[in-house]
């Protein structure tokens, strides 16, 4: 049931906050293996020189950059033209799902069968496939946040929520998969296929949920012309919204800090502590931390805001890395140490991932006050994009420094030198990102509390216009009867 300003009565439920969690859980059972075990399953198991894989990675993130964005304006398009009854986001969960599991099980298992050249073509194929549908299914949930929620509070609930889905969707994988590898022994694929595969049969069973258990509670776009809706919408986002860009810096710096820190454990575990199932302990470890946080943030965010707290998390998150590197200057630093102190600097840092989705809604709401338009996929698919730039040079970067380090996996141990480059890339150029990170909400990012008082007086003159001309048709209507 509506009321004449386009929402469904009533607020969010428990179902609604569960099944906003399953999206990201789901996802990342399968996305997490990105950057924690993709990279040494290529180079290990299949065999792939590094400088390869640093090739191959600028190019998938190339094809990134080509279908986020375009995914984002093909969904304002297409509802704007066709008006879905089932919701503008939703229909397409249902599609991405089947792909996403089908395609992340091809991809950890097809080519362990191959060879040479016919290995590269499956594993090429195999990964464009897997981030098409992953793209497929990210930007519809993402953009489900604002036509889930209707103010500031339950933005910060529904940004918890994928919070506390991101954090089990990592966490688990990351936790459980090194320990399975370290079974069957990093170097061979029974281990790694065993892995893939599950995370993509839990996966796609908590997508289906995540379809079932959630609801599209704005009613966007409803009187928007598809006509209005262009590509260059995007290039306008960019030149007005400046809060927007600060995010979007935000996105390539945090992502960099992710996916190299999250790329390079893996190998200092095997190359540096000799073990990779270290890791695991060290995550089991971190993990009462990382669950006290997720409780926590969301009440001191009610309290202080998100933007504000986002920023402390930061600067405190890159502080603890500073001092870990300091200490790897000066002592012989343990694997539990190592892995604890990191878990916790980048997990405070991480903080700003998982709370992060709150903002881009009110970016979303700032645009619309800006331009008069509401395109929350186009906006989507650019932050996507540029965290998906992140990715690409935190995982493109590591690739080609383990040549820079002269690491080699074929010696049984690695020289001084190289053992200090994985202690440069592990732990002090993911603090430089960080701080960058909390550079753009210092200094870029400027919504504050007179913008946001702006924006929901804009919000409250379009609903009463809208529900002034709801009763002045049906007044013609009852005229005409």
Known sequence: MKNNGGLKRGGLSV?????????????????????????????????????????????????????????????????????????????????????????????????????????????????????GAYTMFNIPMGSLLSAMSTNDTERASLSSSRGVGSMFGNMIPGMVGPAIIGMFGDTRSTGYMIVGCACAVVGFVLCLLHYAMTEERRVVLEKTNPDDVKLTDILQVFSKNRAFVALCIHGVCICVMQYLTENISMYMYSAVYDDVTYKTIASVLSMPFMAGSMIAVPFICKKHGLEKVIRYCLLLGGAICVLLFALHLVLPVGPLVHGVLLGIGTGLAMVSIQMQWGLVGETIDYNEYLTGKRTEGSIYGVFNLARRVGQTIGLGFSFFALEWINYDPELPTQTDGTVFGFKILCVLVPALFILGSWVAFKFVWNITPQVRQQISNSKQNAELSTATEAVADDSQGNVAL
């Open 15 to 131: 179902k609604h906050w569960f099944g906003y969690m399953f999206g990201d859980f789901g996802g990342c059972m399968t996305f997490a293996l990105m950057s924690s075990i993709f990279s040494i399953y290529c180079t290990n198991v299949l065999g792939v020189k590094p400088w390869v894989m640093g090739i191959l990675t600028i190019v998938w993130t190339v094809w990134d950059a080509i279908n986020d964005p375009l995914m984002g304006a093909l969904m304002d398009k297409a509802f704007a033209k066709n008006k879905n009854k089932r919701g503008k986001f939703r229909p397409w969960l249902l599609r991405a799902t089947p792909l996403l599991a089908v395609s992340a099980i091809a991809l950890w298992t097809v080519p362990t069968f191959m060879e040479g050249i016919p290995l590269l073509v499956a594993l090429f194929s195999f990964k464009i496939l897997y981030e």
